[in-house]
Protein backbone atom coordinates (compact mmCIF):
# COMPACT_ATOMS: atom_id res chain seq x y z
CA UNK A 1 0.00 0.00 0.00
CA UNK A 2 1.48 2.88 -1.04
CA UNK A 3 1.63 6.11 1.14
CA UNK A 4 0.38 9.42 -0.29
CA UNK A 5 3.54 11.88 0.10
CA UNK A 6 2.91 15.21 2.00
CA UNK A 7 3.20 18.20 -0.39
CA UNK A 8 5.81 20.63 -0.36
CA UNK A 9 5.27 24.11 0.04
CA UNK A 10 5.93 26.12 -2.92
CA UNK A 11 9.11 28.16 -2.62
CA UNK A 12 8.35 32.01 -2.53
CA UNK A 13 9.05 34.10 -5.61
CA UNK A 14 9.80 37.73 -5.40
CA UNK A 15 8.62 39.93 -8.17
CA UNK A 16 11.11 40.92 -10.58
CA UNK A 17 11.15 43.34 -13.35
CA UNK A 18 12.13 42.78 -16.56
CA UNK A 19 15.88 41.19 -17.16
CA UNK A 20 15.75 39.84 -14.01
CA UNK A 21 16.78 42.71 -11.94
CA UNK A 22 14.58 43.27 -8.58
CA UNK A 23 12.22 46.68 -9.05
CA UNK A 24 13.63 49.71 -7.86
CA UNK A 25 12.73 50.60 -4.11
CA UNK A 26 13.86 54.23 -2.45
CA UNK A 27 15.44 54.23 0.87
CA UNK A 28 13.51 55.40 3.48
CA UNK A 29 16.86 56.43 5.19
CA UNK A 30 17.36 58.91 2.67
CA UNK A 31 13.88 60.28 3.02
CA UNK A 32 14.74 63.58 5.47
CA UNK A 33 17.52 64.67 2.62
CA UNK A 34 14.72 64.26 0.15
CA UNK A 35 12.38 66.02 1.67
CA UNK A 36 14.69 68.94 2.36
CA UNK A 37 16.39 69.24 -1.61
CA UNK A 38 12.56 69.09 -2.53
CA UNK A 39 11.87 72.13 -0.18
CA UNK A 40 14.97 74.12 -1.15
CA UNK A 41 13.90 73.56 -5.26
CA UNK A 42 10.24 74.64 -3.91
CA UNK A 43 11.58 77.71 -2.36
CA UNK A 44 13.95 78.40 -5.35
CA UNK A 45 11.03 78.19 -7.70
CA UNK A 46 8.54 79.97 -5.69
CA UNK A 47 10.87 83.18 -5.58
CA UNK A 48 11.58 82.72 -9.72
CA UNK A 49 8.09 82.85 -10.42
CA UNK A 50 7.36 85.58 -8.05
CA UNK A 51 10.01 87.89 -8.27
CA UNK A 52 11.82 88.98 -11.17
CA UNK A 53 15.40 88.90 -10.77
CA UNK A 54 15.38 86.24 -8.40
CA UNK A 55 16.03 83.41 -10.93
CA UNK A 56 20.31 84.25 -11.44
CA UNK A 57 23.48 82.49 -10.81
CA UNK A 58 24.55 85.86 -8.47
CA UNK A 59 21.51 85.40 -6.59
CA UNK A 60 22.10 81.46 -5.98
CA UNK A 61 26.02 82.40 -5.62
CA UNK A 62 24.81 84.81 -2.48
CA UNK A 63 23.25 82.03 -1.21
CA UNK A 64 26.83 80.64 -0.12
CA UNK A 65 28.41 84.08 0.28
CA UNK A 66 26.18 85.30 2.69
CA UNK A 67 26.47 82.37 4.62
CA UNK A 68 29.45 80.86 4.35
CA UNK A 69 30.40 80.86 8.32
CA UNK A 70 27.05 79.49 9.01
CA UNK A 71 27.76 76.45 6.26
CA UNK A 72 31.53 75.90 8.03
CA UNK A 73 29.92 75.83 11.72
CA UNK A 74 26.75 73.99 10.22
CA UNK A 75 29.09 71.35 8.75
CA UNK A 76 30.99 70.47 12.65
CA UNK A 77 27.53 70.56 14.23
CA UNK A 78 26.47 68.02 12.31
CA UNK A 79 29.10 65.52 13.36
CA UNK A 80 28.34 66.75 16.49
CA UNK A 81 24.67 65.96 16.41
CA UNK A 82 25.66 62.44 14.41
CA UNK A 83 27.35 61.66 17.61
CA UNK A 84 24.60 62.01 19.97
CA UNK A 85 25.31 65.33 21.25
CA UNK A 86 25.56 68.82 20.73
CA UNK A 87 27.57 72.69 20.85
CA UNK A 88 26.40 75.87 22.34
CA UNK A 89 29.59 77.56 22.24
CA UNK A 90 30.04 77.51 18.24
CA UNK A 91 28.87 81.21 18.07
CA UNK A 92 30.38 82.48 21.32
CA UNK A 93 34.15 80.80 19.68
CA UNK A 94 33.46 82.48 16.18
CA UNK A 95 33.36 85.96 18.05
CA UNK A 96 36.65 84.93 20.27
CA UNK A 97 38.00 83.98 16.91
CA UNK A 98 37.32 87.48 14.69
CA UNK A 99 38.62 89.46 18.42
CA UNK A 100 41.58 88.02 18.58
CA UNK A 101 42.70 87.71 14.71
CA UNK A 102 41.58 91.59 14.62
CA UNK A 103 43.77 92.21 17.84
CA UNK A 104 46.62 90.56 16.67
CA UNK A 105 46.72 92.31 13.32
CA UNK A 106 45.49 95.97 14.12
CA UNK A 107 46.73 96.23 17.81
CA UNK A 108 50.39 94.35 17.24
CA UNK A 109 50.33 94.40 13.81
CA UNK A 110 50.54 90.56 13.30
CA UNK A 111 51.05 89.11 9.88
CA UNK A 112 47.75 87.22 8.70
CA UNK A 113 49.39 84.19 8.00
CA UNK A 114 50.74 83.83 11.70
CA UNK A 115 47.43 85.16 13.42
CA UNK A 116 45.13 82.77 11.19
CA UNK A 117 46.53 79.76 12.22
CA UNK A 118 46.54 81.16 15.75
CA UNK A 119 43.10 81.23 16.06
CA UNK A 120 42.87 78.23 14.75
CA UNK A 121 44.75 76.43 16.78
CA UNK A 122 42.91 78.16 19.33
CA UNK A 123 39.81 77.07 18.60
CA UNK A 124 40.60 73.68 18.15
CA UNK A 125 41.85 73.36 21.40
CA UNK A 126 38.75 74.91 23.34
CA UNK A 127 36.35 72.11 21.65
CA UNK A 128 39.21 69.30 22.40
CA UNK A 129 38.95 70.80 25.99
CA UNK A 130 35.31 70.80 26.33
CA UNK A 131 35.22 66.90 24.43
CA UNK A 132 37.61 65.38 26.81
CA UNK A 133 35.37 66.91 29.68
CA UNK A 134 32.53 65.76 27.92
CA UNK A 135 34.23 62.26 27.68
CA UNK A 136 36.22 61.86 30.47
CA UNK A 137 34.00 62.80 33.55
CA UNK A 138 30.76 61.66 31.46
CA UNK A 139 29.32 65.26 32.13
CA UNK A 140 26.28 66.13 29.72
CA UNK A 141 27.30 67.80 26.46
CA UNK A 142 24.47 70.58 26.84
CA UNK A 143 26.34 71.90 30.16
CA UNK A 144 29.85 71.46 28.99
CA UNK A 145 29.57 74.12 25.47
CA UNK A 146 27.01 76.11 27.77
CA UNK A 147 29.95 76.60 29.93
CA UNK A 148 31.74 77.06 26.69
CA UNK A 149 29.27 79.33 25.41
CA UNK A 150 29.66 81.59 28.20
CA UNK A 151 33.68 81.16 29.09
CA UNK A 152 34.34 82.43 25.54
CA UNK A 153 31.99 85.47 25.23
CA UNK A 154 33.58 86.56 28.50
CA UNK A 155 36.66 86.52 27.02
CA UNK A 156 35.86 88.44 24.32
CA UNK A 157 34.91 91.29 26.61
CA UNK A 158 38.73 91.15 28.23
CA UNK A 159 39.88 91.90 25.04
CA UNK A 160 37.53 94.92 23.96
CA UNK A 161 34.44 96.32 24.90
CA UNK A 162 34.42 97.47 21.44
CA UNK A 163 34.51 96.84 17.99
CA UNK A 164 37.95 96.30 16.03
CA UNK A 165 38.18 97.40 12.99
CA UNK A 166 40.41 94.91 10.09
CA UNK A 167 42.23 97.67 8.20
CA UNK A 168 45.60 95.61 6.87
CA UNK A 169 45.63 96.14 3.09
CA UNK A 170 46.12 92.78 2.35
CA UNK A 171 43.79 91.30 4.55
CA UNK A 172 41.41 93.93 3.25
CA UNK A 173 42.04 92.56 -0.32
CA UNK A 174 41.77 88.43 0.63
CA UNK A 175 37.97 89.87 1.97
CA UNK A 176 37.01 91.09 -0.81
CA UNK A 177 38.71 88.98 -3.72
CA UNK A 178 36.13 87.38 -6.02
CA UNK A 179 36.74 84.74 -7.74
CA UNK A 180 34.58 84.48 -11.63
CA UNK A 181 32.42 81.44 -12.37
CA UNK A 182 30.14 82.31 -15.21
CA UNK A 183 29.72 85.90 -17.00
CA UNK A 184 29.52 88.32 -14.57
CA UNK A 185 28.52 85.58 -11.70
CA UNK A 186 31.58 85.38 -8.69
CA UNK A 187 32.08 84.04 -4.92
CA UNK A 188 34.07 85.17 -2.10
CA UNK A 189 37.03 83.01 -1.17
CA UNK A 190 34.83 82.44 2.39
CA UNK A 191 32.21 80.44 0.06
CA UNK A 192 34.87 78.42 -1.84
CA UNK A 193 36.09 77.89 2.01
CA UNK A 194 32.81 76.23 2.81
CA UNK A 195 32.08 74.35 -0.02
CA UNK A 196 35.69 72.95 0.42
CA UNK A 197 35.46 72.00 4.25
CA UNK A 198 31.70 70.33 2.85
CA UNK A 199 33.00 68.37 0.42
CA UNK A 200 35.82 67.37 3.31
CA UNK A 201 33.33 66.77 5.76
CA UNK A 202 31.34 64.43 3.15
CA UNK A 203 34.73 62.43 2.47
CA UNK A 204 35.45 62.05 6.44
CA UNK A 205 31.34 61.47 7.16
CA UNK A 206 31.63 58.18 4.49
CA UNK A 207 35.45 57.33 3.66
CA UNK A 208 37.14 57.47 7.07
CA UNK A 209 36.62 54.96 9.92
CA UNK A 210 36.26 58.20 12.25
CA UNK A 211 33.51 58.98 9.84
CA UNK A 212 31.73 55.33 10.77
CA UNK A 213 32.53 55.25 14.47
CA UNK A 214 30.34 58.68 14.45
CA UNK A 215 27.60 56.98 12.95
CA UNK A 216 28.08 53.97 15.09
CA UNK A 217 28.44 56.23 18.52
CA UNK A 218 25.21 57.94 17.40
CA UNK A 219 23.07 55.12 16.54
CA UNK A 220 24.23 53.04 20.02
CA UNK A 221 27.34 53.88 21.85
CA UNK A 222 26.77 51.09 23.61
CA UNK A 223 27.04 48.54 20.80
CA UNK A 224 30.12 50.76 19.43
CA UNK A 225 31.53 49.95 22.31
CA UNK A 226 30.87 46.13 22.40
CA UNK A 227 31.97 46.35 18.82
CA UNK A 228 35.73 47.05 19.82
CA UNK A 229 35.35 50.89 18.26
CA UNK A 230 37.47 54.18 19.97
CA UNK A 231 34.46 55.50 20.99
CA UNK A 232 36.39 57.72 23.58
CA UNK A 233 38.41 59.16 20.79
CA UNK A 234 35.67 59.85 18.69
CA UNK A 235 33.68 61.47 21.20
CA UNK A 236 36.48 63.65 22.04
CA UNK A 237 37.38 64.11 18.19
CA UNK A 238 33.87 65.40 16.99
CA UNK A 239 33.57 68.58 19.29
CA UNK A 240 37.67 69.04 18.43
CA UNK A 241 36.74 69.33 14.61
CA UNK A 242 33.88 71.35 15.75
CA UNK A 243 35.94 73.90 17.67
CA UNK A 244 38.47 74.15 14.83
CA UNK A 245 35.06 74.25 12.34
CA UNK A 246 33.49 77.57 14.35
CA UNK A 247 37.40 79.25 14.65
CA UNK A 248 37.49 78.83 10.69
CA UNK A 249 34.14 80.25 10.44
CA UNK A 250 34.93 83.11 12.39
CA UNK A 251 38.12 83.85 10.16
CA UNK A 252 35.63 83.64 7.01
CA UNK A 253 33.26 85.94 9.52
CA UNK A 254 36.00 88.49 9.45
CA UNK A 255 36.69 88.22 5.52
CA UNK A 256 32.96 89.47 5.68
CA UNK A 257 32.73 91.73 8.48
CA UNK A 258 36.49 93.17 7.96
CA UNK A 259 36.03 93.09 12.28
CA UNK A 260 36.33 91.75 15.74
CA UNK A 261 33.19 92.27 18.44
CA UNK A 262 32.13 90.75 21.16
CA UNK A 263 28.62 90.62 19.96
CA UNK A 264 29.50 88.71 16.11
CA UNK A 265 27.31 85.74 15.75
CA UNK A 266 24.51 85.83 18.87
CA UNK A 267 22.19 83.25 18.25
CA UNK A 268 24.57 81.09 15.53
CA UNK A 269 24.56 78.41 17.59
CA UNK A 270 20.69 78.27 17.29
CA UNK A 271 20.94 78.76 13.34
CA UNK A 272 23.51 76.32 13.30
CA UNK A 273 21.50 73.12 14.89
CA UNK A 274 18.40 75.02 12.80
CA UNK A 275 19.96 74.10 9.99
CA UNK A 276 21.45 70.53 10.56
CA UNK A 277 17.98 69.45 11.30
CA UNK A 278 16.44 71.12 8.35
CA UNK A 279 18.99 69.43 6.51
CA UNK A 280 17.55 65.91 8.24
CA UNK A 281 19.83 65.04 10.38
CA UNK A 282 18.22 63.42 13.77
CA UNK A 283 18.75 64.97 16.90
CA UNK A 284 18.80 61.50 18.40
CA UNK A 285 21.92 61.02 16.74
CA UNK A 286 23.15 58.18 13.91
CA UNK A 287 21.10 59.37 10.69
CA UNK A 288 21.78 62.44 8.45
CA UNK A 289 23.92 63.44 6.39
CA UNK A 290 26.23 66.70 5.28
CA UNK A 291 24.90 67.58 2.02
CA UNK A 292 21.33 67.68 3.79
CA UNK A 293 23.41 70.17 5.88
CA UNK A 294 24.12 71.87 3.06
CA UNK A 295 20.75 72.12 1.80
CA UNK A 296 19.23 73.28 4.91
CA UNK A 297 21.89 76.44 5.49
CA UNK A 298 20.63 77.23 1.70
CA UNK A 299 17.26 77.11 2.45
CA UNK A 300 18.12 79.43 5.61
CA UNK A 301 19.79 81.96 2.98
CA UNK A 302 16.36 81.55 0.55
CA UNK A 303 13.98 82.83 3.20
CA UNK A 304 16.02 85.66 3.84
CA UNK A 305 16.44 86.71 -0.02
CA UNK A 306 12.82 85.93 -0.48
CA UNK A 307 12.00 88.35 2.04
CA UNK A 308 14.59 90.81 0.51
CA UNK A 309 13.33 90.58 -2.71
CA UNK A 310 9.69 91.24 -1.45
CA UNK A 311 10.74 94.32 0.39
CA UNK A 312 7.22 94.76 2.70
CA UNK A 313 7.98 92.51 5.18
CA UNK A 314 10.46 92.93 8.40
CA UNK A 315 13.00 90.78 9.14
CA UNK A 316 11.47 88.81 12.15
CA UNK A 317 9.72 86.92 9.46
CA UNK A 318 12.88 85.18 8.80
CA UNK A 319 13.15 83.73 12.38
CA UNK A 320 9.24 83.21 12.13
CA UNK A 321 9.82 80.68 8.85
CA UNK A 322 12.51 78.74 10.47
CA UNK A 323 10.83 78.38 13.59
CA UNK A 324 7.69 76.98 11.94
CA UNK A 325 10.10 74.88 9.41
CA UNK A 326 11.73 73.28 12.34
CA UNK A 327 8.66 72.52 13.92
CA UNK A 328 7.51 70.81 10.86
CA UNK A 329 10.60 68.79 10.89
CA UNK A 330 10.98 67.99 13.94
CA UNK A 331 7.33 66.12 13.78
CA UNK A 332 8.74 64.53 10.27
CA UNK A 333 11.65 63.12 12.58
CA UNK A 334 9.59 61.90 15.41
CA UNK A 335 7.26 60.11 12.54
CA UNK A 336 10.39 58.65 10.42
CA UNK A 337 12.08 57.42 14.06
CA UNK A 338 8.85 55.09 14.69
CA UNK A 339 8.41 53.86 11.37
CA UNK A 340 12.04 52.79 11.53
CA UNK A 341 11.50 50.68 14.48
CA UNK A 342 10.47 47.34 14.40
CA UNK A 343 6.79 47.14 14.12
CA UNK A 344 6.60 51.09 13.84
Not at 18 to 37: E, M, N
Not at 120 to 145: N, Y
Not at 236 to 248: D, E, H, I, K, N
Amino acid sequence: MSTPMASSPLPSVTPQAPGGSRPWQFDRKYLPLAVTISLFVAMMTMGSVSYTGFFSLQVFLNLLIDNAFLCIVAVGMTFVILSGGIDLSVGSVIALTTMVLAWAIERHQWSPWVAIPLVLAMGTGFGALMGVLIQRFRLQPFIVTLAGMFLARGLCYLISIDSISITEAGYSELAQLRIPVWGDASVSIGAVIAIVVVAVGVFIAHCTQFGRTVYAVGGNENSAVLMGLPVKATVVGVYTLSGFCSALAGVVLTFYMLSGYGLHAVGLELDAIAAVVIGGTLLTGGVGYLVGTLFGVLILGVIQTLIMFDGTLSSWWTKIVIGALLFVFCVLQRMFESRAKPGG
